[in-house]
């Protein structure tokens, strides 16, 4: 999808919930997003950027996210 693609590409930051990303879980698809503007929360740690911070993880997380409330994009749905 090209303009999930570009949506994406564009973002400042990417935020990845539980997300394991490698050719197998997206079907070799990858869109070239610096690690720098990446944060990545797992089970048992996160990963900002290059950084992993262990122990830092989704229960601990969860509830700044839920707290700040982010302005969020929505990407429309596509269309048919």
């Known amino acids: 999808e090209p303009r999930l693609r570009r949506f994406v590409e564009r973002s400042d930051l990417i935020v990845g919930v539980g997300l394991d990303v490698n050719d197998i879980t997206t079907g070799a698809f990858s869109v070239p997003v610096p690690a720098e503007r990446t944060v990545r929360i797992f089970r ?11 122990g830092v993880d989704l229960t601990r997380i969860a509830p700044f996210i839920e707290a700040e409330r982010f302005p969020r994009r929505a990407l429309p749905p596509p269309q048919r």
Not at 44 to 54: F, I, K
């Open 44 to 54: 048992n740690g996160t990963r900002v950027g290059h950084r992993t911070y262990l």
